[in-house]
């Protein structure tokens, strides 16, 4: 396996992007909108900076993973791609189409994951010729920095492909876990009802939302507050996944999501950020 083909270039896609290129595969980073990968690109730079700086990437791994980094809007460009990992927006028809395309244009023995938090592997397994190939890969934000990858097996994927996806996500310098395809698999079954709960506390008015996000913090030893880490997340992901998880979702958060707060990447969510 040489390259890795990579379908959008939000944070997910751009943090998959460059782990793939920092563990020496050459990465194209397909995406429909060139303004978007120029930032995916400026921002995969940022962060090897950072990790170079930081003594965890020589500089010389650094310049290697840039060089590894293809970004590209012609669909065509992922033909040589000998697996793909599929990053694009949380929308089943979406992915269902790009898998539909993938599966028309890619070599017939490779792999074709996808990076959703909540969607049926199955089901996007159904949308092509090889379901036996098609896997979950789920990756956790900050890609660079989190060690787990939720391994997903749909009905149909085959024991060989598990077992290359393995692989893959141990060369990628992560720890793959593997799950079954139930909504909201392991970690957003657990993690998105917990999110959901906080801000019925600020709903309710039971602490500020500091308060919240600081008693979870030093109570719970959690790295970051809950309400933060929504924010983080985006709050139309934490809504989209309640829903398909068939869970009731805070009146506050759909107001916030409704107003266009979605947390950091719009500047505000329960918290104001610069952008
Ligand atoms: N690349 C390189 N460096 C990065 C980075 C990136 N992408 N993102 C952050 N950093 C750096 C920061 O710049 C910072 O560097 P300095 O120390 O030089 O300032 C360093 O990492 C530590 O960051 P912070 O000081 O801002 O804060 P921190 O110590 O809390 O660590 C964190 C940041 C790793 C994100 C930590 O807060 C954390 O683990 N938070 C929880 C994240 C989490 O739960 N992720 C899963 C979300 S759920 C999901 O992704 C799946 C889903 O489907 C919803």
Redesign the pocket.
């Known amino acids: 396996m040489k390259t890795i083909g990579v379908i959008g270039s939000g944070i997910m896609g751009s943090?998959i992007a460059q782990v793939c290129a920092t563990a020496g595969f050459k990465v194209w980073l397909y995406d429909v909108a060139q303004e978007q990968l120029k930032k995916a690109h400026a921002s995969v730079q940022s962060?090897l900076e950072?990790?170079a700086s930081?003594g965890k990437l020589t500089t010389a791994q650094r310049d290697q993973a840039i060089r590894n980094l293809n970004i590209t809007t012609q669909f065509s460009d992922l033909k040589e791609s000998d697996f793909c990992i599929e990053a694009a927006t949380e929308k089943k028809e979406l992915k269902k189409k790009i898998f539909k395309n993938l599966d028309s244009l890619v070599k017939a023995e490779v792999i074709l994951a996808s990076n959703t938090?909540s969607i049926p592997i199955t089901e996007i397994a159904a949308a092509t010729k090889r379901p036996d190939k098609i896997i979950g890969m789920?990756?956790?934000?900050?890609?660079?920095?989190?060690e787990c990858v939720e391994i997903i097996r749909a009905k149909t994927t085959s024991d060989a492909t598990h077992k290359t996806t393995l692989e893959l996500t141990k060369k990628l310098g992560k720890t793959p876990v593997t799950v079954k395809d139930a909504p909201g698999f392991v970690?957003?079954r657990i993690?998105a009802p917990m999110l959901n709960e906080a801000v019925n506390c600020l709903e309710e008015g039971l602490a500020t939302k500091e308060d919240i996000d600081l008693a979870m913090k030093i109570g719970c030893n959690f790295?970051?507050g809950p309400l933060s880490?929504a924010d983080?997340?985006g709050l139309d992901?934490c809504l989209y996944?309640l829903e398909v998880m068939g869970r009731k979702p805070s009146e506050l958060l759909k107001k916030m999501v409704a107003e266009g707060k979605l947390g950091r990447k719009t500047g505000e969510g329960f918290y104001k950020y610069g952008i």
Not at 138 to 146: A, D, G, I, T
């Open positions: 943090g962060s950072k990790l930081k938090s789920h990756f956790m934000n900050p890609v660079p920095l989190m970690i957003n993690l790295p970051m880490l983080f997340v992901t996944i």
